[in-house]
């Protein structure tokens, strides 16, 4: 058996946003809000910037409305290539207010394939 005695949860207002932003950036989010409401515009050092400067393609999927805690302007300015949205996925096999997994898998799965084969995009990074 593990046990994790000093592990706290980390996000607030922002619930998803909060998380995707702690994953995306290594910061915390704020108290009160969420990041991608009240700091849209701030510079942030992102993981997709990073792969962006490492010659990689970079997309962001989540099924819901673009608009949807500012993600669609948070996710430019944190340097995302390209994001999939609702309007982008079938609207089949919806449950409750989302997409069932395995049809939103497929789905980006095809998205993925689409870009860039998976690859960087620049030469000689594969070694």
Do not use: C
Not at 7 to 34: C, W
Not at 107 to 127: A, I, K, N, Q
């Amino acid at each position: 058996m593990l046990y994790f005695p000093n592990v706290y949860h980390q996000t607030h207002e922002g619930r998803t946003s909060d998380a995707e932003f702690i994953v995306n950036t290594s910061l915390y989010p704020v108290k009160s809000g969420s990041v991608y409401t009240r700091f849209p515009g701030n510079q942030f050092n992102a993981l997709s910037q990073s792969l962006n400067e490492a010659g990689y393609d970079t997309a962001s999927m989540h099924f819901f409305r673009k608009n949807f805690w500012n993600r669609d302007d948070f996710y430019d300015n944190i340097g995302f290539n390209h994001f999939f949205s609702d309007k982008d996925y079938p609207d089949q096999s919806i449950i409750g207010m989302a997409l069932n997994d395995q049809e939103f898998l497929n789905t980006s799965v095809g998205f993925m394939e689409e870009l860039s084969d998976g690859y960087p995009r620049r030469s000689g990074l594969d070694g």
